[in-house]
Nanobody, 124 residues
């Protein structure tokens, strides 16, 4: 049974940082590209970042470039999202997802496995 479990969310002040983790089990983790998405209340789920299996290629949506960094540790079956300079508009539920697509994907249908999400709230 495949499981993706996010952690690290919480309440943070504007300008602060958080590091999200996503622990994967039940799948050959290093065979999957991984992505992070988020969904704010009343909005559609949106792509944030993706990282490739081995060569550490990454892709980001423009709104988080320079603030968020995706990384992975295949030995720990874990993907991370370091989030700096957080803004109130970053408030959302954050999800990790896995895809076997060869190219780095930014479309929701490309991702076959999803975590349950972790809440991030940016507020003073």
């Amino acid at each position: 049974q495949v499981q993706l479990v996010e952690s690290g969310g919480g309440l943070v002040q504007p300008g602060g940082s958080l590091r999200l983790s996503c622990a994967a089990s039940g799948l050959p983790f290093s065979n999957y590209n991984m992505g992070w998405f988020r969904q704010a209340p009343g909005k559609e789920r949106e792509f944030l970042a993706a990282i490739s299996r081995y060569d550490r290629n990454t892709d980001y949506v423009d709104s988080v470039k320079g603030r968020f960094t995706i990384s992975r540790d295949n030995a720990k079956n874990t993907v991370y999202l370091q989030m700096n300079s957080l803004k109130p508009e970053d408030t959302a539920v954050y999800y990790c997802a896995a895809t076997m697509k060869v190219r780095l994907g930014n479309e929701i249908p490309e991702y076959v496995y999803w975590g349950q999400g972790t809440q991030v709230t940016v507020s003073s």
